[in-house]
């Protein structure tokens, strides 16, 4: 018999303030690319090949994430496999996506004051922040996006594209529908699964995203209820970087 798949938690969104006060103990743990992995896992840099200034064309994530992220494809049912869309995030990508989302939310919405127009941006993209005490989700390597594909390596339907900043994104909507049509159920057994392998490895969702999870990082101590986080910025291990390490 197929593993039950629960339904998904309703659960609140975070309270930044409360999130970026958690401590941070870093691990030290090297950034790592998903590309190295095996099947089940696949890797489509979004950003990258959406020609996003300054998006790097791999996925990066800290090798506890790697590690948990390869677990939970080989937990999939045969015929599914893991797409992993975006890893750690240089900050100038983090500052584009902001900037682009804040823009176009004022657009459509210029009757918005500015703590308003702030709280809808923070709904799908978090604060550009190199702060060590409080840094964006993805420049930690501890966040990750994904979704779900079938054998043939083409994405499963989730209800909304990657990054659509939408009411029906929010991890929880499908199981809020009174009535569901059969597609909606498609999709809300898609995020079920999706969700349920993340969280037996240890993942946390960002609730306003069903394809961010979180491992390591401030987000994952908040809704994990940890103690820490064990993982602050991170940046690439560059030639110009290691040399310096060599020299000094």
């Not at 009757?111 to 799908?124: A, K, M, P």
């Not at 049509?181 to 969280?199: C, F, K, V, Y």
């Not at 993942?203 to 987000?219: I, V």
Request: aromatic letters at 8%.
């Amino acid at each position: 018999m197929p593993r039950p798949t629960p339904p998904l938690p309703s659960q609140p969104f975070p309270g930044w303030e409360s999130v970026n006060r958690l401590p941070i103990r870093d691990n030290g743990e090297r950034l790592v690319p998903m590309s190295l992995a095996p099947p089940p896992i696949k890797v489509f840099p979004a950003y990258a090949r959406l020609g996003i200034p300054g998006a790097v064309p791999e996925c990066f994530v800290r090798e506890g994430v790697y590690r948990a992220l390869l677990a939970a494809a080989r937990a999939l049912p045969e015929g599914f496999g893991l797409v992993v869309l975006d890893g750690w995030r240089p900050w100038r990508v983090q500052q584009y996506l902001f900037d682009t989302l804040h823009e176009a939310i004022h657009l459509h919405h210029p009757e918005l004051d500015e703590e308003e127009l702030l709280e809808r941006t923070r709904e799908f993209v978090s604060l550009p922040s190199r702060d060590p005490a409080a840094p964006s989700p993805h420049l930690t390597g501890g966040a990750v996006d994904v979704t779900l594909c079938d054998a043939d390596g083409l994405p499963l339907d989730m209800g909304t594209l990657f990054d659509e900043a939408l009411p029906a994104s929010h991890s929880d909507h499908f199981e809020r529908l009174e009535t569901p049509g059969q597609e909606q159920l498609r999709a809300r057994d898609n995020r079920r699964l999706l969700h349920r392998i993340m969280i037996e490895q240890g993942f946390t969702n960002l609730p306003s995203e069903w394809w961010h999870y979180d491992l390591g990082d401030q987000l994952w101590a908040h809704y994990g209820g940890h103690a820490e986080a064990r993982y602050g910025p991170a940046e690439l291990d560059t030639i110009e970087n290691r040399w310096r390490r060599q020299l000094s």
